[in-house]
């Protein structure tokens, strides 16, 4: 084997054998980390609200104009167990829109869809969910008109929740 060809064999071993970094669940924030840790990067004030299972971290930009809340949920032992970002209102669900369309472009087509009509007691909406390469479950909800109002002015007009799924079933 010419001197060419070997070290194009070994730099391809080297590429493929390199460890996969897993990126963050949302900002610096990453599945099992401690409260502390948290409240340590967010520290409480006027945008970031410390309740007994979570944080809350408002006027976060997702993309343009749009404004979300971020929602950080602790188990039992403190750690981050579940990230859900909420979206403020829009006009006509513009931002809602705006997420879904980046979401596909970053991580493709989802796997799954699923339009539910709604009751007296929920808000119809679409569900996307995408599996990320390190077991990330992420599940869009885009909130659209209903019989409470949907995705208008007066509730978050989409949400977006990473969590494990994956290794919470027994199947």
Do not use: H
């Amino acid at each position: 084997m010419n001197k060419a060809m070997m070290a194009l064999a070994c730099m391809s071993t080297a590429m493929f054998s390199l460890p996969a970094v897993a990126e963050p669940i949302w900002g610096k924030v990453d599945f099992g980390m401690s409260r502390d840790q948290i409240e340590q990067l967010y520290p409480e004030g006027p945008e970031v609200d410390y309740q007994p299972r979570a944080i809350e971290i408002s006027g976060i930009t997702i993309i343009g104009k749009c404004q979300a809340e971020v929602n950080i949920y602790f188990d039992d032992a403190r750690l981050v167990n579940k990230v859900m970002i909420a979206g403020d209102p829009s006009i006509g669900g513009r931002c809602s829109r705006d997420v879904m369309a980046a979401l596909a472009a970053k991580y493709g087509e989802p796997l799954d869809r699923d339009y539910s009509f709604g009751t007296l007691a929920s808000r119809q909406g679409r569900v996307l969910v995408w599996s990320r390469a390190d077991g990330v479950t992420m599940q869009f909800k885009k909130y659209e008109n209903g019989l409470w109002g949907g995705g208008g002015l007066g509730k978050a007009s989409w949400e977006l929740t990473y969590s494990r799924l994956g290794d919470a079933i027994d199947l």
